[in-house]
């Protein structure tokens, strides 16, 4: 079974940096997209970031030029570079893929269990 695994939350102050990580596993033939949503209580969950197989990325508005994502195919595992960080970043934040685990399989969408990112003021 597929399993997506968060990691690097945490505390940080505000102009402070972090770096998510997210791994996923099991029997995967191919990933299509992975990014990062986040929702924050109250809020509903949004896209905070994406990035296709072929490197193509996409950001919400709120965190263009702060927020860099990437991929390591090699290791299925995707990261979310956090710069310039602002209290209303704060949320917990999903990782999310779009994959398939057969060559003849349509894509399916998974989720990580999410982890919490906390930015003081």
């Known amino acids: 079974q597929v399993q997506l695994v968060e990691s690097g939350g945490g505390l940080v102050q505000a102009g402070g940096s972090l770096r998510l990580s997210c791994a996923a596993s099991g029997s995967i033939f191919r990933i299509d997209f992975m990014g990062w949503y986040r929702q924050a209580p109250g809020k509903q969950r949004e896209l905070v970031a994406r990035i296709s197989s072929g490197g193509t990325t996409n950001y919400a508005d709120s965190v263009k030029g702060r927020f860099t994502i990437s991929r390591d195919n090699a290791k299925n595992t995707v990261y979310l570079q956090m710069n310039s960080l602002k209290p209303e970043d704060t949320a917990v934040y999903y990782c999310?893929?779009?994959?398939?685990?057969?060559?003849?399989?349509?894509?399916?969408?998974?989720w990580g269990q999410g982890t919490q990112v906390t930015v003081s003021s």
């Open positions: 999310n893929a779009d994959l398939s685990t057969g060559r003849f399989r349509g894509a399916i969408n998974y």
